[in-house]
């Protein structure tokens, strides 16, 4: 009798126990976090920048219809971009702390407005503050011949610094990104 009581009681305290640590997860997002940095490599106390952004996809849309010209756009999807800068830089020609500051984008027809904010962790540009800017720099535009279904942002050297290169479709946009001389 005691054995089978005690066999029970485990059983119970073992049904209780994987019910208590159950946890639901959700499946995949659609538009997946990704992140880059430059230099690329993983030594994070060498590490010039890196920016957290979400990947959206086209998914038979229109990049126009996703990224309307003349409108603040987060640059991905979810909550806006946010990019951290380990030392200060000169980022499109301006002087810029390091810091982590949340990045807009305002595309046009020949070229984008990329703006650092101070507003941290924003969903979308549904509460962009124009008053929390710390920089906007305008860059040209231009087309490749190859489309990107997902947004991307990757870094690539450049002349004596770097550029931070964003694509979606056949549309490129790269910020221009030097040591700082403050």
């Known amino acids: 009798m005691k054995k089978a009581l005690f066999v ?5 305290t073992m049904t209780v126990s994987t019910d208590a640590i159950a946890q ?16 690329t490599d993983y ?5 010039t920048v890196r920016i957290i952004y979400s990947r959206p996809q086209l998914k038979g849309r ?7 010209a003349g409108k603040v756009w987060r640059t991905g999807a979810n909550e ?18 390091a810091g982590s500051y ?12 990329v703006i650092l904010n101070k507003n941290l962790n924003q969903w979308g540009s549904y509460s962009y503050d124009e008053s929390a800017d710390v ?12 489309s990107l279904e997902e947004f991307s942002i990757a870094f690539k050297e450049a002349g004596a610094g770097f550029e931070m290169v964003m694509g979606w479709d056949k549309t490129r946009v790269a910020v221009p990104i030097a040591g700082a001389k403050m």
């Open 80 to 97: 806006a971009a946010e990019i951290t800068f380990y030392t200060d830089v000169v980022f499109g020609g301006k002087q810029i702390k």
């Open 8 to 12: 029970a009681f485990m059983a119970l």
């Open 102 to 113: 949340s990045i807009f984008t305002i595309p046009g027809e020949s070229e984008w407005t």
């Open 24 to 39: 639901k997860f959700s499946g995949l997002d659609k538009s997946p976090m990704d992140m880059a940095s430059y230099p």
């Open 43 to 47: 030594k994070i106390s060498e590490k």
């Open 135 to 146: 920089a906007r720099v305008k860059v040209p535009s231009s087309k490749d011949s190859n």
């Open 62 to 68: 229109s990049l126009s219809e996703l990224t309307p």
